[in-house]
């Protein structure tokens, strides 16, 4: 398993922007596929955004789409999430991931590496 630090979470303005960055560590050899969940309070955890390993293949969650993207950079290490055009209901604790297991890639529990969360509040 890998371990994973999320960092950049801020409160934002609402049409403005903010860059997620998830600090990888460990083997990474079993993850084919990296990215971002989120969740608010009393809410199950949702895709933000996937990156597929090695093609480079990327995926965003329906809310998302259009104005957040998802990056890497192998030799550093790093997953970043770029987040434009922010509303207030992207406000959640946004959750780095890896070590997909297999199935629904939508499903949380398809995922067994998870980072601490780091928090994006938009106003």
Same mark, same amino acid.
């Given at each position: 398993?890998?371990?994973?630090?999320?960092?950049?979470? &801020?409160?934002?303005?609402?049409?403005?922007?903010?860059?997620?960055?998830?600090?990888?560590?460990?083997?990474?050899?079993?993850?084919?596929?990296?990215?971002?969940?989120?969740?608010?309070?009393?809410?199950?955890?949702?895709?933000?955004?996937?990156?597929?390993?090695?093609?480079?293949?990327?995926?965003?969650? &329906?809310?998302?789409?259009?104005?957040?993207?998802?990056?890497?950079?192998?030799?550093?290490?790093?997953?970043?999430?770029?987040?434009?055009?922010?509303?207030?209901?992207?406000?959640?604790?946004?959750?780095?991931?890896?070590?997909?297991?297999?199935?629904?890639?939508?499903?949380?529990?398809?995922?067994?590496?998870?980072?601490?969360?780091?928090?994006?509040?938009?106003?």
């Amino acid at each position: 398993q890998v371990q994973l630090v999320e960092s950049g979470g &801020d409160s934002a303005q609402a049409g403005g922007s903010l860059r997620l960055s998830c600090a990888v560590s460990g083997s990474t050899a079993g993850s084919n596929v990296m990215g971002w969940f989120r969740q608010v309070p009393g809410k199950e955890r949702e895709v933000v955004a996937l990156v597929f390993r090695p093609s480079g293949n990327r995926l965003n969650g &329906d809310p998302v789409k259009g104005r957040f993207t998802i990056s890497q950079d192998s030799i550093k290490k790093m997953v970043y999430l770029q987040m434009e055009s922010l509303k207030s209901e992207d406000s959640a604790m946004y959750y780095c991931v890896a070590d997909f297991v297999g199935g629904n890639w939508k499903e949380a529990g398809r995922f067994k590496s998870w980072g601490q969360g780091t928090q994006v509040t938009v106003s």
